[in-house]
């Protein structure tokens, strides 16, 4: 039977010193009590931590390699979110059974998509239990370059990366909340299973954008929590909210409810000054990564969804809470 | 209902302003996409993660406030056995409801130990699902300082910190292996819900100890990292190891079972040279933590266990393991 330290080293275990060069701020990984990191001098640490719970976050039998990957996404994000460039995380799992083939699909997954952001696996924890996937993530920034909530000032502009609602779109064709055809549907999956963490983007907005995050539990609940940290309002177009390509083709009541309250999107939202126009514009093609303005940040308290005609909608949307939702 | 946010606001988040001197360590606490740390110039940092799954690390009616306690207690543990100093911790949590008197007593519980150790609690998640806890813990050491489980060397005493076997032996009398009156079963499983983390004997022990690790799994499972990892071996002298006040009122087949591969202790095992005897009574002194001579690091691989005759004993005993133990 493979033990828990097996288990470790068989599947979590790289071999850095093969594959990449020396670095030393890595002084140990796996194997220890603890990892030890020197930092870089002079540089700030971001941290995060996401917990991943079978049924709630994931089918119980997903994909591991796709869940590998989406577990370390969701955290990579969260850096994106502050304009820190990934460093190291560590993997806590607790899994039913120590099946070699989930462990091998899962980790390739998880160290793949760990291996393109150069951020490494130093430690954690394997237990026995209901499946739960934990990880911790650090980076490194700048000091007083992070994007935080509570730095959007009336005027801003508001902006979007990527597009949205395409991951609860899919959801909803899983629920059978809606039908979709089969090929719409495994590429509106694609935005649920593999979300791309914006990293390059975070990185490039650092010194032009005020406030940013990531949005997983839906647009206008984010958005609230910036507000709320900035104590300032907005006002959304809601019609110029960016669509994914499959949530384009569905009737507007759909794409304006799911752009809006869709969740698991992981897009940045950010506020940036119109004088930042242009260089928001550079950051994004520097990063490859589209980006649409949907928005203002104004003095009045609260958010205004607005039509095409810049008239107010009531569309009675709530974004997702994990002890509140169903 | 009490939402997600409340629920962080209402029992996890601590008004630092109030309670100590300003930190410049610590730029931004829970609220945001990440927390950002400025760690001390020219300091390394330990890091270390666990999660403690209902079920299998504790009962799943276990005492709150014990059990806030515990879990960060395991985490400081693995910083004591590299001699770091606790620096702050990220708290993930997957509950099945969100009760407000459990979590007001696992808060406290949690955040009075935090406070005892001025570790600061800076994020972490919480959502729906079965209970489950995990802990990232971030400490501080000089570089070159750590207590790492590779650096034993021959002729190197093993010494263990407090006493062993208790928490075991609590254990037995729940699972009902043995009988145990009521007196002896309540302060054995202080040792099993309250262990103490050896924190000021790890930072004390810095430049006295060569290797050092925490026992979670059971002595000689334990042991035999450091002796893989340092590629040496050991003679125990099973009779000399220090067994909690309730298992000394036990037999000896049982004291010995207990204290070598008991589990649970949150005792430090660490090795040091022969001339350093004194340095490691004077940081046993400094730090208020009994310390006991157990053994010797020797060039044959393996672990001998002798008896007071010093002559070999045949236990065939086993550490836990958390895939291939029940």
């Known amino acids: ?35 030890l990191l020197n930092p870089s001098q002079g540089m700030q640490l971001a941290i995060s931590s996401d917990m991943l719970v079978s049924g709630r976050h994931f089918f119980p039998d997903a994909d591991p390699y796709l869940l590998g990957h989406k577990c370390l996404a969701v955290n990579l994000s969260d850096l994106a979110a502050m304009g820190a460039k990934p460093l190291a995380f560590t993997l806590a799992l607790s899994l039913p059974e120590a099946n070699r083939d989930w462990l091998a699909a899962f980790s390739q997954g998880l160290l793949g998509l760990a291996k393109t952001h150069q951020c490494r696996l130093i430690g954690g924890d394997t237990t026995k239990g209901p499946l739960n996937i934990c990880i911790t993530i650090l980076g490194e920034l700048p000091p007083a370059a992070a994007l935080r909530r509570d730095a959007a000032q009336v005027g801003d502009d508001i902006w979007i990366s990527g597009t949205l609602g395409d991951a609860r779109l899919a959801l909803a064709a899983y629920w059978k909340e809606l039908d979709l055809d089969e090929t719409s549907h495994q590429q509106a999956a694609i935005r649920m299973h593999q979300p791309t963490p914006r990293v390059a983007l975070g990185i490039a907005l650092r010194g032009i954008a005020h406030a940013a995050l990531d949005i997983s539990d839906g647009l206008i609940g984010d958005l609230g929590h910036i507000l709320a940290a900035s104590k300032v309002g907005a006002s959304l177009y809601v019609d110029e909210l960016p669509a994914g390509s499959i949530l384009q083709t569905q009737s507007t009541k759909l794409r304006r409810e799911f752009t809006l309250a869709g969740g698991d999107d992981y897009e940045l939202c950010f506020t940036a000054p119109v004088a930042q126009r242009d260089a928001v514009m550079q950051a994004s093609k520097i990063s490859n990564t589209r980006v649409t303005r949907i928005g203002n940040i104004d003095s009045e308290p609260g958010l205004r969804l607005l039509d095409q005609n810049k008239q107010p909608l009531d569309l009675h949307l709530k974004s997702f809470d994990h002890f509140t939702s169903p």
């Open 1 to 35: 039977m493979l033990s828990e330290f097996d288990l470790i080293k068989q599947y979590f275990v790289q071999d850095y010193a093969q594959n990449s060069p020396q670095d030393s701020r890595f002084a140990l990984g796996i194997g220890d009590d603890c990892a």
